[in-house]
């Protein structure tokens, strides 16, 4: 025990010393009047009470000291805010300064000093007055004796934390997480509101009572209500304000100790685009001040109730669509069934005549009757496959289907099944390659699903590849068999991909072969794996390829003979191979009928049409072909038709972009345009005559009513030439993009097209002229563009070109040498050589690539450099097998006539 300080009057040098040091708090310990109190003058204190008085002052942490059977209590700084208004209460009995909590802290205190031993108490709660109000707090608190002289208990000392901040903090949390769960279960607006609300109802010391009120047409309505009878609010308002007093005089009470209700806020339910949802109408805790942090919790709830809302609104719509869509899709599924049945029956009363008079040789057909039999059993079998597979859907759709597995050698099946579609690959110029070997059992699958999945793959890489090649690869994956067709096609975007496999899906803008379908093929794939047990999946780069993956168990047989179900290449198989065949033959061009007076341009995607226009049209006329608008456009260029005979449905250059383009081309403006499509009615009329088409017929026709109109359109043109006195055009057409599809003839040479009733311009001499001529090597790489144009620019400014016409052709030659690094496949050289001649009247440029061109998607043709070129100069593009030399010629705006020699990039 320290010994007693010596005594000494009031306010001497050792009581003033023992309040020193203690801030606030010390000076009024030392101005107050301690020889009115039981404890008398600071002299006579004993030394126990100094020592913990000043231990209390010293510290930093709040303490709390009370001494003697009254309770007198001696505090720091730290302490002062936790009693507000209360202070200064030094050396006042802590049971009246804390009357309103003493409930809480009486028990702690006495049994601390009681027992001697320490309490602990973590967030006490605690009922305080310091506000002015009965305010809720949290406190950690420990009580410990306070031992006098003697060693007796004299007083009690307490260290405490507030940590109410903290304790509201985790609890709105905590309710906030709920009604983030609550708003996560998606349904229709009372029973999301409902579930909100039991939410809200976990969290009445903060939220005692609330309504909310959603937008009814401008009109605020009543939704839902939590703490209070929903029959005492109105069941509408206009003014959301009037809410927060009806709320209020509802004699309601919240907080733990359940005082009244007397505040209330309205808070809006706006999304953040603005649309107002309705208000939530919250009532606020009678023992918490509305502060800055209590209003932004209120706003975050709020916020929770928006964003379910939102989420449920937008949930709902997505599943009315999905359910519309579905709706949709059983009803075109149902549709096709439907006529599919219906279609069987009248094509089985075609093919079976026509087949059976091709194969009577008894009576043999003549050659034209046999060919034009032959083209209408092709077409028939091809219709007769759409027709089943329409009907596999519909059956699978209905749950019909089922797989019947027989013991199959799947490596031997497969590579026939891809056999039968060499020579239509071949065909199209593509390599195919099939690895197939041996696997370790067998494979239970049903042979003509696996069938229609092996060549609905391979039908897709023969239609969307034009260069390289197609692979199919067979391996054992432990307990089932992978089929990887890949391909080096156009590719998929990456947004497509996820839908690749629906049914009725279509890429837009997809450049492929002409082929008829549904839309299905793939989505069939997909369902037939399924039956199996299989999945497929597809992986793709756009303009690099794509590879599909078809997975199938080894499974178990359904069926013990093969009789029933044979395993080998159906007839349909072939038929499809054939068909496939066909399609990607060349036809040649056919002969100019002697006194041919005119030339018919036809353009179709589909080779048996082009077949059956041609045969109809060349006994009159002179007939040429072409498979899309994109290679139309570059035969009128190359020779300007009488009339264009076109189709509507093509890929890459439709129809209506082909004549919207011919018509925006001076020369091309007048040329006749008769417009064929399989959509019937008026309205595609009307649609065709606004385009601009001088005439418009639906397929079916009839052939003498085709080439009834084809001969009034030539001479109606004609006519009005005839009385105008128009001529021809004498300047460049305008030349496509490079890289059409199906051609595998050179670009035709853009020249000017003079009469031939008109005799040619006698030319004046060349006046002589410097040659300017330089030849660069470019690495090819998108950098060397940037090269390219320095170095022409030197050139051309060295030349004293027009500068007008020097842009012209930098912009010309950066665009050639742009197709050649982004198109030149697998070059035997990396590079680009470029050479330019400036001088004797003319302009040549030359880039040259050493490797083969691949199709071009939609997505990496600009054109921009084509436009250019045909605008003013002479374009020759001519690919070989060690590459591609685009030549630009035109003449010198300043300069002498174009002489004879051109340079060439070698």
């Known amino acids: 025990m320290a010994p007693d300080l010596p005594p000494g009057p009031e306010g001497s040098g050792a009581a003033t010393d023992l309040f020193a040091g203690g801030g606030e708090a010390g000076r009024l310990m030392a101005g107050h009047d301690w020889s009115a109190t039981p404890l008398g003058p600071v002299e006579r204190w004993p030394a126990s009470l100094r020592f913990a008085v000043r231990t209390v002052l010293a510290s930093r942490f709040p303490m709390v000291l009370t001494w003697g059977p009254q309770y007198l209590q001696f505090y720091n700084d730290g302490y002062a805010p936790f009693i507000g208004a209360k202070h200064p209460a030094i050396g006042e009995d802590i049971r009246i300064t804390l009357a309103e909590g003493w409930a809480a802290l009486e028990g702690p205190v006495e049994h601390a000093m009681a027992t001697r031993e320490a309490s602990w108490l973590p967030r006490l709660p605690l009922l305080l007055a310091r506000a002015g109000y009965r305010e809720e707090t949290y406190f950690t608190v420990s009580h410990a004796p306070a031992f006098g002289d003697d060693g007796r208990v004299a007083g009690m000392h307490a260290v405490c934390t507030e940590v109410t901040g903290e304790v509201l903090g985790e609890r709105r949390q905590q309710l906030l997480h709920d009604l983030s769960t609550a708003g996560a279960r998606f349904?229709?607006?009372e029973t999301l509101l409902s579930g909100l609300c039991e939410a809200l109802a976990t969290g009445p010391l903060d939220v005692p009572a609330a309504a909310v009120y959603l937008d009814d047409g401008g009109r605020l309505s009543r939704a839902a209500v939590v703490g209070c009878p929903a029959d005492r609010l109105p069941a509408g308002v206009d003014d959301p304000d009037e809410l927060t007093g009806r709320l209020t005089d509802l004699g309601l009470v919240g907080g733990p100790w359940q005082d009244p209700v007397t505040d209330a806020v309205v808070l809006p339910l706006t999304t953040v685009g603005g649309e107002r949802l309705g208000v939530l109408v919250a009532g606020t805790s009678p023992n918490r001040v509305l502060d800055a942090e209590y209003r932004t919790f209120l706003e975050l709830v709020a916020g929770q109730f928006v964003s379910a809302l939102g989420n449920a609104r937008a949930f709902a719509a997505e599943r009315r669509r999905a359910e519309s869509l579905a709706e949709l899709d059983r009803a075109k599924t149902a549709f096709f069934s439907d006529v599919s049945h219906e279609l069987r029956t009248p094509l089985t009363l075609l093919l079976g005549p026509i087949s059976d008079m091709l194969d009577d040789a008894s009576e043999p057909l003549p050659p034209g009757a046999r060919e034009q039999l032959t083209l209408a059993v092709r077409n028939g079998q091809r219709l007769q496959r759409l027709v089943n597979d329409l009907m596999d859907v519909a059956s699978i759709e209905a749950g019909r289907a089922n797989a019947v597995r027989v013991e199959t050698d799947?490596?031997?099946?497969?590579?026939?099944?891809?056999?039968?579609?060499?020579?239509?690959?071949?065909?199209?110029?593509?390599?195919?390659?099939?690895?197939?070997?041996?696997?370790?059992?067998?494979?239970?699958?049903d042979p003509r699903m696996w069938e229609k999945v092996v060549l609905n793959l391979l039908s897709n890489a023969v239609k969307y590849t034009f260069v390289g090649g197609i692979s199919v690869v067979l391996r054992d994956a432990g307990d089932g068999v992978t089929l990887t067709v890949a391909d080096t096609g156009i590719g998929i975007p990456a947004q497509e991909l996820p839908r690749v496999f629906d049914r009725f899906h279509r890429v837009p803008g997809s450049l492929g072969r002409h082929r008829e379908g549904t839309g299905i093929g793939l989505a069939l794939v997909r369902e037939l794996l399924a039956l199996h047990g299989g999945s497929v999946t597809v992986t793709s780069e756009p303009g690099q390829g794509s590879t599909f993956t078809a997975t199938v168990p080894y499974g178990s047989p359904d069926a013990s003979g093969d009789a029933d179900h044979p395993v080998g290449p159906s007839e349909v198989a072939r038929g499809t191979a054939e068909a496939w065949a066909a399609d990607v033959t060349p036809r040649e061009q056919p002969a100019v009928p002697a006194g041919a007076t005119a030339t018919v341009l036809?353009?179709?995607?589909?080779?048996?049409?082009?077949?059956?226009?041609?045969?109809?049209?060349?006994?009159?006329?002179?007939?040429?072909?072409?498979?899309?608008?994109?290679?139309?456009?570059?035969?009128?260029a190359e020779e300007l038709p009488d009339v264009v005979l076109t189709d509507v449905m093509m890929p890459r250059v439709d129809g209506f972009e082909l004549l919207r383009r011919l018509r925006a081309d001076p020369a091309t403006r007048d040329v006749p345009v008769i417009m064929l499509t399989a959509r019937a009615g008026q309205e595609a009329a009307v649609e065709g005559f606004a385009a601009g088409a001088d005439d418009?017929?639906?397929?079916?026709?009839?052939?003498?009513?085709?080439?009834?109109?084809?001969?009034?359109?030539?001479?109606?043109?004609?006519?009005?030439?005839?009385?105008?006195?128009?001529?021809?055009?004498?300047?460049?057409?305008?030349?496509?993009?490079?890289?059409?599809?199906?051609?595998?003839?050179?670009?035709?040479?853009?020249?000017?097209?003079?009469?031939?009733?008109?005799?040619?311009?006698?030319?004046?001499p060349p006046a002589p002229a410097q040659v300017h001529y330089e030849r660069w090597r470019f690495p090819a790489t998108p950098q060397s563009v940037a090269a390219l144009r320095r170095a022409l620019r030197r050139l051309f400014a060295s030349a004293e070109l027009d500068e007008d016409q020097a842009y012209d052709l930098l912009l010309a030659a950066c665009e050639a040498v742009t197709n050649a690094v982004e198109h030149a496949q697998e070059p035997t050289e990396p590079f680009v050589d470029v050479a330019a001649e400036v001088g004797g009247g003319r302009v040549v440029i030359t880039v040259r690539d050493h490797g083969q061109w691949r199709e071009r998607v939609p997505s990496m043709d600009r054109g921009r450099g084509s436009t250019l070129m045909s605008a003013f100069a002479d374009i020759t593009a001519v690919p070989g097998p060690e590459g591609t030399t685009v030549t630009i010629r035109a003449p010198r705006t300043d300069d002498a006539p174009e002489a004879d020699t051109p340079a060439e990039a070698g």
């Not at 179709?604 to 077949?611: C, S, V």
């Not at 052939?703 to 004609?718: K, M, S």
């Not at 009005?720 to 035709?748: F, I, K, N, V, Y």
Request: a positive charge; one cysteine or more.
């Open 187 to 189: 349904g229709d607006d």
């Open 410 to 445: 799947l490596a031997d099946f497969t590579a026939e099944l891809a056999g039968v579609l060499r020579a239509a690959a071949e065909r199209a110029g593509l390599r195919l390659t099939v690895d197939c070997p041996p696997l370790p059992r067998p494979v239970h699958v």
């Open 602 to 636: 036809v353009v179709d995607d589909n080779a048996d049409m082009r077949t059956y226009l041609t045969r109809l049209l060349s006994p009159v006329w002179a007939v040429r072909t072409c498979t899309n608008g994109e290679e139309a456009l570059a035969a009128v």
């Open 696 to 764: 418009y017929l639906a397929k079916p026709f009839q052939a003498a009513e085709l080439i009834a109109r084809v001969r009034v359109t030539i001479e109606r043109a004609r006519g009005r030439r005839e009385a105008t006195g128009e001529d021809l055009p004498t300047r460049p057409l305008t030349l496509p993009a490079a890289g059409r599809p199906g051609r595998t003839s050179p670009s035709p040479h853009v020249r000017d097209l003079v009469p031939s009733s008109r005799p040619p311009a006698v030319a004046p």
